[in-house]
C-alpha cells in the first residue's frame, strides 16, 4: 500500500505533467488527479512497469546510444542530448523507480560526484542537482550554472555531435586501475656439480 507521501508526490509528478496543455484541460485533468484513490494509483505504478519499455530503460540496457560518462553500481551517467546549459548529465538509475522517495543513496552520490567534477573541468560557478520525472520514471539532473541561474524549466537547446563528444573527451571519469606489483625474476643458482647415481648391483 501506498504511504500518504507517496500518494502526495505521486499527485505532485502528475500535476507537473499537465502544466503545458491548455488550460480548461489542465484544469479537467488537476480535477481528475485531485480524486484518484490510492488503489487508482497503485493500479497505475503497475500499469507503468508492465508497460514498453521507456527510453531510460533502453539506455541503460545499451539498446540505444548514448553519450555515457561515469556508472556506479545503482546509477548511470549520461549528457541530456537537450541540455540547460553545456554539460547538463542525467543521472539515471539502473532499477526503474517512479518514486523521488524510493532513488538509491548511491544514485545522489554519483550525482553529487559528476557535480564537483563539472565545475573543476567546465570552470561552472556552481551546479543544481534536480530530480525529474522523465518518460515515467525518477531521474536526476546535474546541470552546470555559468552566468546566470538555471531551472529545469530554463530554454533548450540541441547539443550538437561535436559538442557531445568534445565533453565526453573533456569529461569521461577514467577507471582507475590498480597498479600490479611487477614479479622480480629471482636468479636460480645453478650448481656446477655432478649428479651421481647410485650404482646398481647386477
Given at each position: 500500500?501506498?504511504?500518504?507521501?507517496?500518494?502526495?508526490?505521486?499527485?505532485?509528478?502528475?500535476?507537473?505533467?499537465?502544466?503545458?496543455?491548455?488550460?480548461?484541460?489542465?484544469e479537467?485533468?488537476?480535477?481528475?488527479?485531485?480524486?484518484m484513490?490510492?488503489?487508482?494509483?497503485?493500479?497505475?505504478?503497475?500499469?507503468q512497469?508492465?508497460?514498453?519499455?521507456?527510453?531510460?530503460?533502453m539506455?541503460?540496457?545499451?539498446?540505444?546510444?548514448?553519450?555515457?560518462?561515469?556508472?556506479?553500481?545503482?546509477?548511470?551517467?549520461?549528457?541530456?542530448?537537450?541540455?540547460?546549459?553545456?554539460?547538463h548529465?542525467l543521472?539515471?538509475?539502473?532499477?526503474?523507480?517512479i518514486?523521488?522517495?524510493?532513488?538509491?543513496?548511491?544514485?545522489?552520490?554519483?550525482?553529487?560526484?559528476?557535480?564537483?567534477?563539472?565545475?573543476r573541468?567546465?570552470k561552472?560557478?556552481?551546479?543544481?542537482?534536480?530530480?525529474?520525472?522523465?518518460f515515467?520514471?525518477?531521474?536526476?539532473?546535474?546541470?552546470?550554472?555559468?552566468?546566470?541561474?538555471?531551472?529545469?524549466?530554463?530554454?533548450r537547446?540541441?547539443?550538437?555531435?561535436?559538442?557531445?563528444?568534445?565533453?565526453?573527451?573533456?569529461?569521461?571519469?577514467?577507471?582507475?586501475?590498480?597498479?600490479?606489483?611487477?614479479?622480480?625474476?629471482?636468479?636460480?643458482?645453478i650448481?656446477?656439480?655432478?649428479?651421481?647415481?647410485?650404482?646398481?648391483?647386477?
Amino acid at each position: 500500500m501506498l504511504t500518504p507521501e507517496q500518494i502526495e508526490e505521486l499527485k505532485e509528478q502528475l500535476s507537473e505533467q499537465i502544466q503545458h496543455i491548455p488550460q480548461e484541460q489542465r484544469e479537467a485533468a488537476q480535477q481528475q488527479i485531485n480524486s484518484m484513490s490510492a488503489e487508482a494509483l497503485e493500479a497505475m505504478l503497475k500499469q507503468q512497469k508492465t508497460s514498453q519499455k521507456s527510453v531510460m530503460r533502453m539506455i541503460i540496457d545499451d539498446e540505444i546510444p548514448s553519450h555515457k560518462l561515469d556508472e556506479n553500481k545503482e546509477a548511470l551517467a549520461v549528457l541530456d542530448i537537450k541540455p540547460v546549459s553545456k554539460g547538463h548529465i542525467l543521472v539515471i538509475p539502473k532499477q526503474k523507480t517512479i518514486l523521488t522517495s524510493a532513488l538509491h543513496p548511491q544514485v545522489l552520490t554519483l550525482a553529487r560526484k559528476l557535480a564537483r567534477h563539472l565545475v573543476r573541468k567546465l570552470k561552472a560557478k556552481n551546479t543544481e542537482i534536480q530530480t525529474e520525472n522523465k518518460f515515467g520514471e525518477q531521474v536526476i539532473n546535474v546541470i552546470p550554472v555559468y552566468d546566470k541561474p538555471v531551472t529545469l524549466n530554463s530554454h533548450r537547446y540541441d547539443a550538437s555531435e561535436k559538442e557531445l563528444s568534445g565533453l565526453i573527451a573533456l569529461l569521461r571519469v577514467k577507471k582507475r586501475k590498480m597498479p600490479q606489483k611487477k614479479k622480480q625474476a629471482t636468479a636460480v643458482p645453478i650448481q656446477n656439480s655432478l649428479i651421481r647415481l647410485k650404482r646398481r648391483i647386477p
